[in-house]
């Protein structure tokens, strides 16, 4: 490639590297139409008295392998949901990475309860089980493991851990939709495990989640919590259980099980076309992407991330170079803040009482993972190997643009 000058960049008045939109998102085939329309004619728009909800329930669990399965308003209420019918309350803890959407520690908030931050693997960006047995007290009630990106955490690490100390372990799969650490589905390895259906999750309707356990005593009390107290077939407006409404709609449901049908075909071409991407993006000095650890069988790559390194693109700023990157018509993303050094985490701002020090907690790998990494969506992947190389080819414009001196990250 010749070298480029500054003035061929995009955000500068050049030509974009790619002028071609990647595979639209969320993807829409006549599979979704037929089954909302099935809704629509139905009249049975609610849950309490359609179908659809109860049948993604049952598929949604058996695609995991796990008995029960609990459609819900969307992936936080899920959290909340299962913290809820665990009875944890004030004055318990419980354990989050710092590098996670916020969602993971708001809920444990909304319970009333205490999030405590623990540090991550540089490598896979998951939450680091060194550093999650530092964190346990005698108030630790659970831990949330968050499946980043995809990235199955090291269950059998976090598993031991909590064996040991007794507590619930609540997978945080918002990202992992069909994953496998080992070849076995992520979904049971605790007590519960909580998806999220958002706008931009690899099975999306819109808005939506769900909760998938094996426990039936905990089933049955989620059940009766999401539905604001009620049996399922409750006439009589018995309220047997303090609850809310976090109940799926029908319309959600019908939608959901058009996605599911192509989870599997498109986490294996995800799963192939991370692979090649990285391939190509490791000849970029001053980019790494997110490692893979050889025990996740099937990652789904929610987002394909990476750490950006400026000194080796001239010192050009991680926000800089995703600006930078837009403009060259390859969507990009800065990573995620740590939670507890969001705006009112730092001000103390919990409408609620909390007794944690958050300005004390010194998370080397998490903090460096929040102020360097960059993510890509996950339609990307969902393309062809030409999508990657204009990827590679921007990045690389990029780079050449802004060559600095030789660096290390």
């Known amino acids: 490639m010749e070298s480029l000058t500054k003035t061929q960049l995009a955000i500068e008045g050049g030509k974009p590297f790619r002028t071609v939109n990647f595979p639209k998102w969320p993807f829409v085939g006549e599979r979704e139409r037929e089954l909302a329309m099935e809704v629509v004619n139905s009249q049975n728009w609610w849950r309490m008295s359609g179908k659809k909800v109860d049948e993604f329930e049952q598929k949604f669990a058996r695609a995991h392998a796990v008995k029960h399965c609990i459609g819900v308003t969307n992936g936080t209420h899920a959290i909340e949901l299962v913290l809820s019918a665990l009875n944890i ?21 909304y319970c009333n309860a205490t999030p405590v931050p623990v540090d991550c693997d540089p490598g896979s960006f998951c939450m680091d089980p060194e550093s999650l047995e530092k964190y346990i007290t005698p108030r630790t009630k659970a831990i949330i493991p968050v499946h ?25 799969a918002a990202h992992a939709h069909g994953a496998e650490w080992k070849g076995k589905k992520i979904g049971s390895f605790g007590i519960a495990a909580t998806f999220s259906f958002q706008n931009g999750k690899i099975m999306t309707c819109g808005e939506g989640g769900a ?56 986490n294996q071409l995800r799963q192939k076309h991370a692979k090649l991407l990285t391939g190509y993006l490791g000849e970029i000095e001053g980019i790494v992407p997110q490692g893979i650890d050889p025990r996740v069988t ?31 018509g390859i969507p990009a993303y800065r990573a995620y803040p740590l939670v507890h050094t969001v705006q009112f985490f730092r001000e103390g701002n919990f409408r609620r009482s909390i007794e944690m020090d958050y300005t004390s907690f010194h998370l080397p790998h998490a903090e460096r993972i929040a102020a360097e990494v960059v993510w890509l969506p996950h339609f990307v992947l969902l393309g062809n190997t030409e999508d990657l190389k204009d990827i590679y080819g921007a990045i690389k414009k990029i780079k050449e643009t802004y060559a600095g001196q030789s660096c290390s990250i």
């Open 89 to 109: 309350a004030a004055g318990d803890e419980v354990l989050v990475p710092a590098f996670t959407f916020i969602s993971t520690a708001t809920a444990v908030l």
């Open 148 to 172: 980043m990106a995809g990235h199955v955490c090291d269950m059998d690490a976090i598993v031991a851990i909590a064996e040991k100390h007794g507590l619930e372990i609540i997978e945080d």
């Open 211 to 266: 909760i998938l356990t094996n426990d039936d005593a905990l089933f049955e009390k989620m059940f009766l919590i999401h539905g604001v107290g009620r049996p399922k077939y409750d006439r009589e407006y018995k309220h047997i259980e303090l609850g809310s409404n976090y109940r799926m709609n029908e319309f959600q449901a019908a939608i959901l099980l058009a996605q599911l049908e192509r989870l599997d075909e498109q």
């Open 298 to 328: 099937v990652n789904p790559s929610y987002m394909y991330m990476f750490y950006y390194n400026p000194d080796c693109f001239d010192g050009l700023s991680r926000n800089e170079f995703v600006d930078v990157l837009n403009a060259e």
